[in-house]
């Protein structure tokens, strides 16, 4: 792009030779409208790009646009459009510029613009040029800072032998990675150089990064037609390139080492999020210089006591560590009960009367935290899961197998998977901000934390999208109406024709899915699909087999129905895996902007009748119409994501549920991941163990 050149001392009339070679004949641009010099300007872009490709950045379009205008109006100088900008007086007359190739030529001289006579070509001007702005900005602003991950890029194409690696001068390849990762070749040289004074520093950080960087990861941050050139296999690397830098990382530890990180931990305080989020990423400070004001501090004789009750420290981190790898994670109380039994705690001895005596709970409790914080654990809430079976894999690659099969030999036209949901009517969130050391935690407003609804999701692969919401309330079913006219399922059975409205609401006495209730749902679809063969995956619920829904499948040659086998669904159910979630979270949200208003309108409404609002107590009742609003935004919203993340059809290709594709290495890495948890490990090792005794 075009914003690298307004950087480089002496390109802004480079850029205006770029010009003048299609107009040799002409002695001025005083005729030229400004949309021709626009139209020039693409045109040299274009030819200027296939030689130099600068990364795709954000910022690389408010950039060009800076770019652009700086050079017009150095081309309406050249015309006697207006007077000469400031910062584009004398830049280039003192310093040889990097060679611009084009296919019109090479540009290898820069040329000025005489401030006598704007229309003549001159040599490089002798006298004293006006401080221009600092190379740092561009048309005013400053330039972007460039992440670690796209140094490492840099680095990459620096050493790579088919790419920069084999320039004749080291000057030469500076400059030309940094033309292309949009960079000062001086900048360049301190990220590489081994003889620069801190350059150490730049090498301990980039190390890890180029060291498992490969080719397909560098082509994807620039252009085709630049990449193209290049005859590099997707796997290639500059592992032997790396040798002279394998010394100097070993001496300084990383910053941050981190699988396939895309440089977004550039911030120190991200860095420490992270690495205390996730264990592939360590946050490690560098080895400064002697003369370092930290080495100094480390130096110093008070620097502080040493970490105290080392082998009480390790005994927890053990437990803690093993219990989780066992896929029986420990608690704090079974924690605190380890530390007691063991001698070097007992009554009497220091770290008894530091943590286990009487009145010591809150330190004991601090202990066992910050231990936590340094194994990168943390006091979480115990989540209720499905039971896994023992062989799940297995019994994961043999269900996905027959999901394909069975949709291949149908001639299937949509594919959707659906799960149904439960979602509380009044989704109050389990903690709330209050005084430090309150006793009773708690307020005057009142909901039924026990009511709601069944929400089926239904997730299509075609369109990457969910479908409208199928929404069983708490009601009469309409199997069961003695005076059908009388119920909310007469009254809310029309409700997807009104205007903005999708959703398909139904009603069963305690809002969960019969056999009734999912033969309706199966006649959404039906509706739904008017001419499609539907390949529709669901679980394994009992109401999705009974006798009288099997016979409604086998009476609709459209339905084509596979079931997921039981255990299975946190593993290969799609809407489970990508969509419950984030739907719950829009309805939370939606469900608390309803929630103010309300109570703002309560108030109001009391303080009409002469009471105090302050004083009195609110009960939240939420209308089914509002709520079904609600699922129903919150689905839009979900949908809208989809145009950019398009994280539907990816989690059916995951889970290998395409019958149009053969998604096979996806779903092998979705299973690999899987066993980096301790429960799916646990139990795919004892699988393993029960496969070699039976042996």
């Not at 830049?91 to 006579?117: A, F, M, R, Y």
């Not at 437990?319 to 007992?346: I, K």
């Not at 040659?557 to 990508?578: A, K």
Request: glycine share 6%; net charge positive; charged share 30%.
């Amino acid at each position: 792009m075009l914003s690298f050149l307004s950087r480089k001392s002496g390109n802004s009339s480079k850029i205006e030779k770029v010009l003048l070679k299609n107009k040799s004949r002409e002695q001025s641009l005083g005729a030229a409208t400004e949309q021709e010099i626009r139209k020039e300007l693409l045109k040299a872009e274009a030819e200027i790009r296939l030689k130099h490709a600068p990364m795709r950045r954000e910022e690389e379009l408010a950039s060009v646009e800076d770019a652009l205008e700086s050079i017009i109006q150095i081309l309406e100088f050249r015309a006697g459009a207006c007077s000469c900008p400031d910062s584009f007086v004398g830049k280039g007359s003192s310093q040889d510029p990097v060679c611009i190739e084009t296919e019109s030529g090479s540009l290898e001289d820069p040329i000025c613009i005489d401030d006598k006579s704007p229309d003549k070509v001159t040599a490089p001007a002798k006298k004293k040029a006006k401080k221009a702005k600092s190379d740092t900005t561009i048309a005013g602003r400053r330039r972007p800072e460039l992440t670690w991950y796209d140094r490492s890029i840099g680095v990459y194409l620096y050493l790579h032998p088919s790419i920069y690696g084999l320039l004749p001068t080291d000057d030469m390849r500076y400059n030309s990675v940094g033309v292309a990762v949009g960079a000062d070749g001086d900048t360049v040289r301190k990220w590489v150089s081994l003889k620069d004074k801190g350059s150490e520093h730049h090498v301990s950080i980039w190390y890890s990064i180029v060291k498992d960087m490969k080719w397909s990861d560098v082509k994807r941050k620039f252009p085709k037609e630049w990449t193209a050139q290049f005859d590099i296999a997707d796997d290639g690397n500059v592992l032997e390139q790396l040798t002279p830098f394998r010394d100097v990382a070993a001496k300084s530890q990383s910053i941050i080492v981190t699988k396939a990180s895309e440089g977004r931990m550039a911030n120190p305080k991200a860095r420490s999020v992270e690495s205390s989020k996730n264990k592939n990423v360590k946050n490690v400070n560098l080895t400064y210089g002697k003369n370092h004001r930290a080495t100094k501090r480390i130096e110093r004789k008070d620097r502080g006591q040493a970490r105290a009750y080392l082998a009480q420290s390790q005994a927890v981190e053990e437990m803690v560590q093993n219990r989780w790898n066992e896929g029986d994670p420990t608690t704090r109380m079974e924690v605190y009960d380890m530390l007691r039994c063991r001698e070097d705690c007992a009554e009497g001895t220091d770290f008894y009367n530091s943590y286990l005596a009487a009145r010591k709970g809150s330190q004991l409790a601090m202990f066992l935290s910050r231990i936590l914080k340094r194994i990168h654990f943390s006091h979480r809430k115990n989540s209720i899961g499905q039971k896994i079976p023992e062989n799940w894999r297995a019994m994961a690659v043999e269900n996905v197998e027959e999901v394909r099969k069975v949709f291949i030999e149908a001639g299937v036209d949509v594919v959707v998977n659906a799960d149904q949901t439960f979602i509380k009517f009044y989704p109050e969130v389990e903690y709330v901000l209050a005084p430090s050391g309150a006793k009773r935690v708690g307020g005057k407003m009142n909901a039924d934390d026990k009511a709601g609804f069944t929400v089926m999701v239904t997730a299509e692969l075609n369109a990457s999208k969910l479908l409208p919401p199928f929404i069983v309330y708490n009601g009469t079913k309409k199997k069961d109406a003695q005076d059908l006219e009388r119920t909310l399922w007469w009254k809310y059975r029309n409700w997807s024709d009104a205007p903005g409205r999708t959703a398909k609401v139904t009603f069963q006495k305690k809002h969960w899915f019969d056999e009734d209730i999912t033969i309706e749902y199966l006649e959404f679809l039906l509706e739904y699909y008017p001419r499609e063969i539907i390949g529709l995956v669901w679980d394994a619920c009992k109401a999705h087999s009974t006798p009288l829904v099997l016979a409604f499948i086998d009476q609709h040659p459209r339905l084509v129905v596979v079931g997921i086998y039981g255990g299975l669904t946190s593993i290969i159910q799609v809407c489970d895996l990508i969509a419950n979630k984030d739907l719950k979270q829009a309805i939370r949200k939606g469900y608390y902007k309803w929630r103010t208003n309300f109570i703002a309108n309560k108030k109001a409404e009391i303080e009409r009748e002469g009471g105090s609002p302050n004083n009195a107590r609110i009960k939240f009742k939420m209308p089914i119409d509002e709520m079904t609003v609600i699922v129903e935004d919150g689905v839009k919203e979900f949908n809208i994501q989809q145009h950019s993340v398009d994280s539907v059809r990816k989690m059916f290709r995951k889970v290998d549920q395409d019958p149009w594709n053969d998604c096979k290495a996806e779903f092998e890495a979705h299973l690999n991941s899987l066993t980096e948890n301790s429960m799916y490990k646990t139990l795919d090792n004892n699988n393993r163990a029960a496969d070699l005794d039976e042996s």
